[in-house]
Nanobody, 122 residues
Framework: QVQLVESGGGLAQAGGSLRLSCAAS????????MGWLRQAPGKEREFVAA????????MYADSVKGRFTISRDNAKNMVYLEMGSLKPEDTAVYYC???????????????WGQGTQVTVSS
């Protein structure tokens, strides 16, 4: 059974930083491209960042480029999202997800975590 469990969310001030972690089990992490996606209240789920399975190529949404960094440790079955220069508009539930494709398209992700809330105050 595949499980993706996010942690590290919480409350941050604008300009601050948070680090999200995603612990994967039930799959061989190196077999999957990994992503972080988010959903704000009343909005559709949107892509944030992705990292390829072996060479750790990355892609980012324009809204977070230069502020967020995605990384992975296949040996530890972990994926991370370092978030800096946070803005109130970053407030959302953040999801870790796994895909057989290196993709920025939400519907192409096969497995999802339960999400972790990030709230940024102004």
């Amino acid at each position: 059974q595949v499980q993706l469990v996010e942690s590290g969310g919480g409350l941050a001030q604008a300009g601050g930083s948070l680090r999200l972690s995603c612990a994967a089990s039930g799959l061989i992490l190196s077999s999957y491209h990994m992503g972080w996606l988010r959903q704000a209240p009343g909005k559709e789920r949107e892509f944030v960042a992705a990292i390829s399975r072996i060479y750790a190529n990355t892609m980012y949404a324009d809204s977070v480029k230069g502020r967020f960094t995605i990384s992975r440790d296949n040996a530890k079955n972990m994926v991370y999202l370092e978030m800096g220069s946070l803005k109130p508009e970053d407030t959302a539930v953040y999801y870790c997800a796994a895909s057989s494709q290196f993709t920025g398209i939400s519907r192409n992700y096969n497995y999802w975590g339960q999400g972790t809330q990030v709230t940024v105050s102004s």
